[in-house]
């Protein structure tokens, strides 16, 4: 099988119609993005999976499945990666919330503030068994030993980087400084700058 040239990796609560990957196979018709498990462990066997068989060349993480292209960067080195607001801190914050969820009503609670839009999206089930299984994703995404082809975007008006879900000065800590770069907008890229910058990085990439 000939190999695809990007797989998108969603962000919570995404799926194969989510903004980000519809503007880009405008311009890569074969893009390839799947709905996932948010079992964080169930979901690497998938994306694993996905990846022997399709070969891409480039993978393309948002929010909280950038943590999920760098966990599987341990496994496939040469595959470059871009990613989109990653969330590298989430895995810490979804561990955390494994003991909260013990409380009677509070995984209904979270399954109606965190409920996905109607259509091909990622189910999430905030039981306390599931939650705990994010525990170590968050060394994971840190300890690369490969970083010369990881590129990084974050948005200077994300709503996440209050809550140092996603963390820049993380990021600065543990990545070279010219593996990232800022727009101005929000978490969830802009139209604009997706047509731009990221797509830019991608086909130099590709080139």
Known sequence: MSRIPLLYIHGMGGGADSRIPS????????????????????????LKSWIEELQPCILVGESL????????????????LVLVSPALNAPRVLSFASAVALCPGVPALLGR??????GDRQELTFSPALLSHWKPYCSLCYNQERKDNISAFFGTRDHYRRSGIVSLRSWKKNFPEDSYSTYEGTHYMEEEYVRTILLQKIRSIMQ
């Not at 499945?65 to 470059?80: E, F, M, N, Q, R």
């Open 23 to 46: 503007i880009l196979k405008e311009y890569y018709p074969d893009l390839v993005v799947k709905t996932y498990s948010f079992d964080p462990d169930q979901a690497q066997l998938q």
């Open 113 to 118: 503030i965190y409920h996905p839009r109607p």
């Open 65 to 80: 499945g950038a943590v999920h292209t760098l966990v599987l960067h341990h496994s496939y080195p040469d595959i470059p």
